[in-house]
Every structure is written in C-alpha cells, then in structure tokens.
C-alpha cells in the first residue's frame, strides 16, 4: 500500500511529536477544542452510568450468580444468563474458528504474493464485504445460507455421525453452527484488512535479504514476515472475536433464539446480544428490565477488554 | 514490529534454508502456499459475489416503484411499499451525521494537534473504546438517555444513537488525516505570525480536506446500515410517514429485519427488495468515496 494514508508510514516519517502543542496559553479556540475532546469522555462515562445504574439492582440481587444460573424466567423473576453466555462464546469460537484461518491467508496474498494489478481489485472487494451492513447479511444468512448449511452440511454430517455430541441431537437450519459460519463471513473481511496492513508494515529489507539468500518466498514469509507481523496479527484477531461478540442484528435472525444449552452445534441457541433484541422492549417488570441491562453490561465489559487488549498488540493506528 | 531484530529460530550460517526435502521440496511447498493463499482470497471474493448475487437478483425480482414510494400495507393486501422507512432512514443519517460530524472533527483536530500528552492519549483510547461497543449497547443507553425523558420513541433519538456510533469514526479519520499535514506548514504559517487557532482554521484543515471528507462520508455508508441503534430509540413505524422528528419513525435496516423474520413470502421478498435499495446506496456512496479519494481508505473503517 503505497498510500499517504498509511498510519505506520507516517508514523516513521514523524521525528516531532507534531502538531500545535506549542506550551502557549490556551485561548477561546483551543478549549472550545478541549471541550469537544472531552464530549467523548462525557460519552463513555454515561454510558459506562447508565448501564451500572439500570444493572444494579439484578447486580445485588443476584450477585454473582448471575452469570452461572442457566434459568431465564421473568415470570418467576429467576434471572441467569449462563445460556446466553453460552451461545455468545460458541458462535463466537466457530467464527473464529472457521476464518483465522483463511483470513490470514487473504491477507498474506493481498500483502504479499498477489500480482501488482490483482491487489487493488482483490482489496476493494475485501472492503465491499467489510461494507455490507449486518441486517443484509442477516438476511441472507436466514433465508440462503443456512437452507443451504441444513442440506449440505448439517445433516449428512448428522446422519454421517449421530452419536457424536457435537453433530447430534435434531440438526436445525437456524442454529449455533449457522450463526458461526455467518459470523466468520462478517469478520474475516476485518481481520483481512487489518492484518494486511500490520503485514505491509512489516520490514522488507529483511524479506529481501532472505530471498537473496536463497530462501523461497514462502520461506521468506513463515520465517521473517509472520514472526515479525505475529503480535499484529494476533491483536487482528482478537479485535475479530470483539466484533463477533458484539455483533447482534445478523446472529439475532440466524442463531434460532431458544434458550438452551445444548453440546449440538446444530441446536439453536441464543446469545446476549439477540436477548437484547428481542426482550428489551417488551419487558415489564424493572427486575426484568435491569436483568437486561446488565446483559449489556456484560457485552460493554467484554468489548471494552477485547479493544483494549487488541489496540495493545496492533498499536495505536496501526489498524 | 521490532524491525531489524527479527532472525529466524535457527540463525546458524549455512543451516538456514537447508530443507531435507530438498530444492524441488522447497518449491513445491512454495508452490502449495502461494496456492492455498490465493484460493482463501478467492473464497472471501466468492462470498462477495454471493451475497450481492442474490441481493440483486431477489432485489430486482421484488422491486417496484410502488415499494420506493408507498407506506407497508398488511399482509396480503399487494403494493405496500417501504417509502416510510428510506425517508426514515435518511433523515436519521442526515441529523446523526450533522451531529457526528460536527462533534467528530474538532475532536480529531485536538487530537492531532495537542493529544501527545496523556489527555490526548487517554481521549484517543477512550474514541477506540467507543468504537468496540457494541452498537444495541448504545440504543440501550440512548434509550434511557432520551427515550424515557422524552416519553416517546423518535428520530431524535435514533439520530443521537448514530451520532454516538459515528463519532468515534469520524475522530479517528480526522486525526490521520489532520496528522498528514506536513509539520513545515505549521511551522510557516506560525513564522508569518498566524495565531495557532488561524494556523489550524486557515492552514491545517484545509490541507486535511480530502482526508476528513472521505472519513465521514464513510462513517456515513457505516451508520446507514446499521439496525441494532435504532430498535429501541426510532422503534420503527409501519403505519406512518415521519411527519415530525418527535414520533416513532421507520427505518429502512428495521423494515428489511422485521419483514425478513416473518413468515410470510411476500414480506421476504420486501425485505431482499429494502436490502436491495440499501446496498446499492452504500456502494454508491462507498464507490464515490474511493474514487474521490483515489485511494484505499480501509484501515479508517469501523
């Protein structure tokens, strides 16, 4: 990538600090500036409020237990969100599982192996499956994909292994197995991306010097590039499972919505952001409501603790 | 990435690239990943070309002029349409981004220009917080923010819940962009005697033009699409058009997800005929953006 845009690039080129930091006195411009600045930090802290404040009363009334209890009753007011931790952290797995994989590949080739004048038409539709919102993705993973996964894959893999537990039980078109699958498609075009620009920042003189050597270009890549873009790539990844996580619309209209824990892939399931969805406007009673935000909660904490983990390992603008 | 640090496990000389297999081994193996790399590319490209396929030709077999312009009518009852919910959705994108974008660029400025420090630095990792919620989570707090104040669903607030969603994008791009300024620019304006606040209006931004436009222009191809936002704060309406800010107000995303989670046939295919309408708007939007910008803008999105 041979752009002005790119972060690290400008990075290296930058001796100073730059900017305007010049230690003069602050005037009307500068903090209307800082006043700006400082809306994000009214945002994050009200939302941060707003989530604590509706959550608390479910937090001291069920404490911890919350998060182990499997039963989700509003008419006994039995409040447990293990199912739905469940469901979030299979799908997410699956996802994961199903586009590390190619994703890195994607962003080796793009990177690296790719004909110069393939790269720009090959990113560009990486970047149209980034671009795609979630609803249409949902709405082509329920009524095309997941038809599709019943009849190909779930079922001969059902009838090909019915006592293995992972394949067993009665194989649905909407289920844990077709949100994953749709989560992968949704995030390898991220993971793509990012990867492929911690790979093109890596160093090329080395990668040079090792193909002068005698090395062959893959060899050049699995010894000097992928060791050197690894913390990267990780941090890519980890970004990826972040979005898997809070991704809500997509796996809300293909997980199934049934709140069970089941060792089937193919069973549905339910996750926590789906549970929003669908409850959040309908409940009636404030334990209820408060029960539910503290399933927001849940997802606020998580993805905070994915960013910040991911933004660690890829860098500050590295992404 | 320690550059010029990284030697591989065995850095012994001569044991290098000595492979037991052999030269041709080598190669084949070379041969293999070059292959297996272009086929995991090949398959994201597939995947495109899948999803659009069918958005186009389950779109255009549903589509009508009466869905561009008429209200959704009951089931059954043919020629509704999902007019209410693109005049929605526009108008929430148009306020959210009004609000997202006069919100964001200040910030990116300060960013560029003054965030070395630890304030910039703690309000940079806050912007890259916000850009990891999850969206439902900021209709939850929108919700509480304004929907239960205001006792009403209502553009508003599906507009606010954009906005939120927006802003740290747009931040983000104003910075990168704001930081492509080359320093001798700063520096000249301020030796001619210009104040830092002339220096940033007169100098900084303008140079940082094309960047901070391509930026929010995809930040707005990014909140058009989005769904998650607007369930609890614009609600969705399908009986209405948005006559005022103040009510319940349809969205076209909410439209294509209810309609595609019914049972019925021809309310799919209203759905793959909104998903349709939106697609085509955001690629439009995305292919004018890269053109005008001219170059890959993909490490800004969201």
Not at chain 2, 66 to 95: E, Q, T, Y
Not at chain 2, 192 to 215: D, F, H, K, N, Y
Request: proline share 6%.
């Amino acid at each position: 990538m041979t752009t002005a845009q790119d972060p690290s690039k400008t990075r290296r080129r930058r001796v100073l600090p730059g900017g305007l930091s010049t230690g003069q006195r602050f005037h009307l411009f500068e903090w209307t500036l800082v006043a700006f600045a400082f809306s994000i930090v009214l945002v994050t802290v009200l939302t941060l409020f707003i989530l604590f404040k509706g959550a608390w009363p479910a937090i001291v009334r069920y404490g911890p237990a919350f998060v182990v209890h499997q039963y989700w009753d509003p008419v006994s007011e039995h409040f447990g969100a293990l199912t739905y931790i469940f469901g979030t952290i299979v799908t997410s797995a699956l996802a994961l599982l199903f586009s590390v994989g190619v994703s890195i590949c994607a962003a080796l080739y793009l990177a690296e192996m790719a004909p110069r004048w393939l790269r720009a038409p090959f990113s560009f539709v990486v970047e149209l499956l980034a671009a795609v919102p979630s609803v249409v993705y949902g709405l082509w993973g329920l009524l095309v994909m997941a038809p599709w996964l019943y009849r190909y894959i779930e079922s001969p893999l059902n009838s090909l292994f019915p006592r293995f537990p992972l394949f067993g039980g009665t194989p649905r078109a909407t289920s844990l197995f077709t949100a994953g699958v749709l989560l992968a498609i949704m995030i390898s075009p991220f993971i793509t991306a990012v990867s492929r620009d911690v790979i093109l920042s890596a160093s090329r003189t080395l990668k040079e010097g090792s193909i002068g050597l005698g090395a062959t270009h893959w060899e050049a890549i699995w010894t000097l590039i992928l060791p050197a873009s690894s913390r990267g790539i990780f941090g890519a990844v980890v970004l990826g499972l972040g979005r898997a996580m809070g991704e809500t619309m997509a796996v809300t209209m293909v997980v199934g919505n049934t709140p069970q824990i089941k060792a089937s892939l193919f069973a549905p399931g339910y996750t926590l952001g789906s549970v929003l969805v669908n409850e959040f406007t309908e409940a009636s009673i404030p334990i209820y409501l408060s029960a539910l935000m503290e399933l927001g909660l849940l997802l606020f904490a998580v993805s905070v603790l994915m960013n910040a983990a991911a933004r660690i390992l890829v860098g500050r603008m590295a992404r | 990435m320690n550059n010029g640090t990284h030697l591989p496990a065995s850095n012994e000389p001569g044991t290098l690239y000595r492979n037991p297999g052999g030269r041709r081994k080598r190669h084949a193996i070379d041969r293999l990943m070059n292959f297996v790399c272009c086929g995991s590319t090949a398959l994201l490209a597939l995947m495109v070309a899948l999803v659009l396929y069918y958005v186009a030709a389950e779109g255009l077999a549903s589509i009508s002029w009466k869905f561009l312009v008429h209200l959704p009518r009951p089931v059954g009852v043919p020629g509704g349409g999902m007019g209410n919910g693109i005049l929605g959705s526009i108008i929430m994108v148009l306020m959210g981004s009004a609000l997202g974008i006069s919100v964001g660029v200040p910030v990116g400025i300060y960013l560029a220009e003054y965030g070395n420090g630890n304030t910039g630095n703690s309000i940079r990792f806050l912007t890259e917080v916000m850009n990891g919620i999850p969206t439902i989570v900021s209709g939850v707090v929108v919700y509480w923010l304004v929907v239960v104040p205001m006792h009403t669903f209502s553009a508003y607030a599906g507009a606010i819940a954009l906005a939120i969603i927006m802003l740290p994008l747009v931040s983000r791009a104003t910075e990168v962009a704001v930081r492509q300024v080359p320093q001798s620019w700063r520096e000249a304006s301020i030796a001619l005697g210009a104040t830092p606040a002339r220096t940033i209006w007169s100098v900084v931004t303008p140079g940082a033009r094309t960047g901070i436009i391509t930026g929010a222009l995809l930040a707005v191809a990014r909140i058009a699409g989005e769904t998650a936002p607007l369930l609890f704060t614009s609600f969705g309406n399908d009986v209405q058009w948005p006559t005022h800010l103040g009510m319940a107000t349809a969205g076209l995303p909410l439209q294509i997800f209810v309609y595609a989670m019914s049972p019925y046939s021809e309310w799919k295919s209203q759905a793959w005929a909104g998903a349709f309408v939106l697609v085509m708007g955001l690629l439009l939007l995305n292919v004018v953006v890269r053109a005008f910008a001219g170059r890959s803008a993909i490490s800004m999105q969201g």
